[in-house]
């Protein structure tokens, strides 16, 4: 079984600074892609940034030279510092793991999400 689990969210004024943290767990074999995503109110889940095990990574353009995603394979777990936070930048943020649990074939994994929340 396998769970991803994320942590970080919060409230905080425009232009400051939160971290994300999101850690898979289980009898995972291989995690291939990992990445976060959010769903503002009243629109569409998007992705914010992704990651794979090799380090290469994808932003999308409303968070390029603001947010950093960042990766540590030893311990399954993704983080996502965001910086220069906009009031638009509120939504649930989700961590997707793409991977191999043992025994079984290649699949995404959501996490619960957790809520961000940037005043004006």
């Known amino acids: 079984q396998v769970q991803v689990v994320e942590s970080g969210g919060g409230l905080v004024q425009a232009g400051g600074s939160l971290r994300l943290s999101c850690a898979a767990s289980?009898?995972?074999?291989?995690?291939?892609?990992m990445g976060w995503y959010r769903q503002g109110p009243g629109k569409q889940r998007e992705l914010v940034a992704a990651?794979?095990?090799?380090?290469?990574?994808n932003y999308a353009d409303s968070v390029k030279g603001r947010f950093t995603i960042s990766r540590d394979n030893a311990k399954n777990t993704v983080y996502l510092q965001m910086n220069s936070l906009k009031p638009e930048d509120t939504a649930d943020y989700y961590c997707k793991a793409t991977l191999r649990s043992v025994g079984a074939l290649r699949a995404d994994y959501w996490g619960q999400g957790t809520q961000v929340t940037v005043s004006s």
């Open positions: 289980g009898t995972i074999f291989s995690i291939n892609v």
């Open positions: 990651i794979t095990s090799g380090g290469s990574t």
